[in-house]
């Protein structure tokens, strides 16, 4: 009950921040215009009519890739199947955020793994989805804005869209965390070494010993964080990253011995995930990211910290968030 109050207490702090930035700005009429425009930002970046234009960093020039595809997978701090709220109760925040960016031309891929605690440009909503104000707050709350799944979507891809200096993005799938165990056992289990202390999570993973994981297990090794280790994300993402290599080729056996065993896969996690996704494009990218190459990784270096009300945070390098942004969707000019 005292976290519910927390989270409460939490949503109303930033939308009176939000709030009192658009009052201040209210008798300013360019202000006021600016703020119009940005209510009417269309799902994956900015609205912009010409193409993004060369960027010249550390006396190197960059010009755009052509030819990407641009996908947001998150992972729902959620129970059970997709539905909207019926009241903001401080669920549905973003735990796990991957942008993997496609090269059509070649199919190799790219993935950034973003901390979803990250602290970047968040559009507040009112519960129908009104456009409030912009505050920069965790990125995993902008999923928690208004009660309809879409809106939260496609807040979230918004703000993963500013943070990456207004890429777009293509096309996202926000998973119910509970879809865990679904794809878990659909592959048969999937075989990880613990190296972390889950006693207060779940007893039964105990730490050195290898095991297969199966249902509520998978979850508990994938979700948790406050009760496990040293509490923080930044262990969590190290333990998710760990289960996805694991589960890559528990996944690619099930697709040599059924080559409609992605299709199998979209239809079980249709109830806990929205997404514009079609299920012929998610079966194509599940086999690209499951071969047997090495995925590019990219990673953002920052600060972590806390806020006022000690919840934890994570503060982008400035330098190495354009680097990144580098490196997925420009190249430097020949």
């Known amino acids: 009950m005292a976290r519910y109050r927390k989270n409460q207490d939490k949503k109303r702090l930033y ?135 879409k809106v939260r979507a496609e807040n979230t891809v918004d703000a993963v869209s500013n943070l990456l200096g207004g890429q777009k993005i293509d096309m996202y799938a926000m998973v119910n965390m509970s879809a865990i165990q679904v794809v878990n056992d659909m592959v048969g289990g999937v075989t990880v070494t613990i190296e972390d202390d889950f006693s207060e999570r779940d007893p039964s993973l105990k730490k050195g010993e290898t095991v297969t994981l199966m249902g509520e297990h998978a979850e508990n090794y994938v979700r948790g964080r406050m009760d496990v280790a040293d509490g923080t994300n930044q262990n969590r993402m190290s333990r998710q990253n760990t289960y996805e290599e694991a589960f890559k080729p528990a996944f690619r056996s099930k697709c040599q011995e059924d080559s409609k065993f992605p299709l199998e896969v979209y239809h079980a996690l249709e109830d806990y995930m929205t997404t514009n996704i079609s299920a012929k494009k998610f079966s194509r990218l599940a086999i690209l990211m499951s071969d047997e190459k090495e995925d590019t990784r990219v990673s953002i270096d920052g600060t972590y910290g806390l806020d006022e009300l000690d919840w934890q945070t994570f503060t982008p390098d400035k330098d190495s968030l354009q680097e990144a942004i580098l490196q997925l969707f420009y190249e430097k000019e020949k």
């Open 15 to 149: 939308r009176g921040l939000g709030i009192a930035a658009a009052v201040l700005a209210a008798g300013i009429l360019f202000v006021v215009v600016l703020l119009g425009a940005a209510d009417r930002v269309s799902v994956g970046g900015s609205d912009k009519s010409e193409k993004q234009q060369k960027i010249t960093y550390k006396g190197e020039t960059y010009v755009p890739r052509g030819n990407l595809e641009t996908y947001l997978i998150a992972g729902i701090d959620a129970s059970g199947k997709v539905q909207n709220a019926k009241e903001y109760d401080g669920t549905g925040q973003c735990d796990v955020l991957v942008v993997i960016v496609r090269d059509r031309s070649t199919d190799m891929c790219q993935l950034l793994t973003i901390d979803r605690n990250t602290i970047t440009a968040v559009k507040s909503l009112d519960d129908d989805g009104t456009y409030e104000a912009t505050t920069d707050i965790q990125l995993s709350l902008a999923h928690s804005m208004g009660l309809d799944q």
